[in-house]
C-alpha cells in the first residue's frame, strides 16, 4: 500500500490538527475539515504535500457529501476517514436552557460522525483491504458522569455505533477502528477546571491513535493508563460508583459561559 489518503473532520485544531500532521508527515494526502477557513488553510499549508480543505459545517449533511465526492474524485478515493468533529459541554437536565445544548452535542457528536461514514462506504466496498473508518469515542463514554449526560451519552453512542457499524461493514473487508481518548491537551479540556489525570500531548496520542488504525484495532482506549481505569469503571457496581462520583466536578455549562 501506498501513502495513504485520509479525510479527517475536526481538522482545524486539537486531536484533528494533530492526527493531520501525523498523516501528512507519513506522506498521506489528507483532506481537512472544520468551520474555519483561515485555520485550515494556515494547517494545510504547513504540512508536507498537497492537501484538500473543506470549509463547512459537519451539521450541514449535504455539504459534507460533496466533500467527501470532492475528496475522492481529487486525491482518487479514500483509505481512511476519521470522525473526529465533536463538541463538549456541561448540561444539567432541570434547566431548559441546556435543552438546545444537548442537542446540538448529540447532532454534531453522533449524526455527524454517521454522515461523515455514509458517503464513503460505498466506495470503500469497492476497495477494501485498507479501508478504515474511524470513530473518536471518549472514556466518558464509558460511564455518565456527573453533570455531563450529554457529552458522555453522545461518546456512548459513538462507541456502540462503530461496534455496530463493525460488524455490519467485516464481511466487505472494511475496518472500523475506536479510538477512545483519556485527557488530551487541546483547546476543548484546558476549559475543564479540574486535574485531568495522564493528561498526555495531542501529538502524542495522534502517533499512537495513527498506530492502532494501521493495526485494524476494533477499540484502543489512548493513553493506556485511562484503559485500565476505563476497565475498571465498567465493572464497579452501581452503588458503589455512584458514592465515588457523586461529588466529582462538573464541565462548565454553555449557557453559564454565554451569560
Keep these: 500500500m501506498g501513502a495513504p489518503r485520509v479525510f479527517i473532520t475536526g481538522a482545524s485544531s486539537g486531536i484533528g490538527a494533530a492526527l493531520a500532521r501525523e498523516y ?11 468551520r474555519r477557513q483561515a485555520l485550515l488553510d494556515e494547517l494545510a499549508a504547513s504540512l508536507p504535500g498537497r492537501h484538500y ?6 451539521n450541514d449533511h449535504a455539504a459534507l457529501a460533496r466533500a ?10 479514500a483509505d481512511i476517514v476519521i470522525a473526529n468533529a465533536g463538541v463538549s ?15 446540538s452535542i448529540l447532532a454534531t457528536n453522533v449524526m455527524a460522525t454517521v454522515a461523515t ?8 466496498k469497492d476497495h477494501p483491504g485498507t479501508a478504515r473508518l474511524v470513530g473518536i469515542g471518549s472514556v466518558a463514554g464509558i460511564r455518565g458522569l456527573p453533570g455531563a449526560g450529554a ?3 453522545s461518546k ?5 455505533y462503530c461496534e455496530s457499524l463493525r460488524v455490519e461493514l467485516s464481511r466487505h473487508g472494511i475496518k472500523v477502528v475506536t479510538i477512545a481518548p483519556g485527557y488530551i491537551a487541546t483547546p476543548m479540556t484546558a476549559k475543564n477546571p479540574y486535574p485531568m489525570p495522564f493528561l498526555m500531548p495531542a501529538d502524542r496520542f495522534a502517533k499512537k491513535a495513527v498506530q492502532a488504525i494501521a493495526a485494524g484495532d476494533s477499540y484502543r482506549v489512548i493513553p493506556w493508563q485511562m484503559g485500565v481505569v476505563a476497565k475498571l469503571l465498567r465493572v464497579l457496581p452501581n452503588a458503589l460508583y455512584d458514592r465515588l462520583f457523586r461529588r466529582a466536578p462538573h464541565k462548565p455549562r454553555k449557557a453559564v459561559d454565554a451569560a
Design 68 to 77: 467527501a465526492q470532492d475528496f475522492i474524485a481529487q486525491a482518487g478515493g
Design 156 to 160: 456512548a453512542a459513538v462507541i456502540s
Design 151 to 153: 457529552y458522555s451519552a
Design 24 to 34: 501528512a508527515a507519513q506522506g498521506a494526502t489528507v483532506g481537512l475539515v472544520a
Design 117 to 124: 461514514f455514509s458517503p464513503f462506504i460505498a466506495h470503500m
Design 89 to 103: 459541554h456541561g448540561t444539567i437536565t432541570e434547566h431548559a436552557c441546556d435543552l438546545p445544548v444537548f442537542h
Design 53 to 58: 480543505t473543506y470549509a463547512l459545517d459537519v
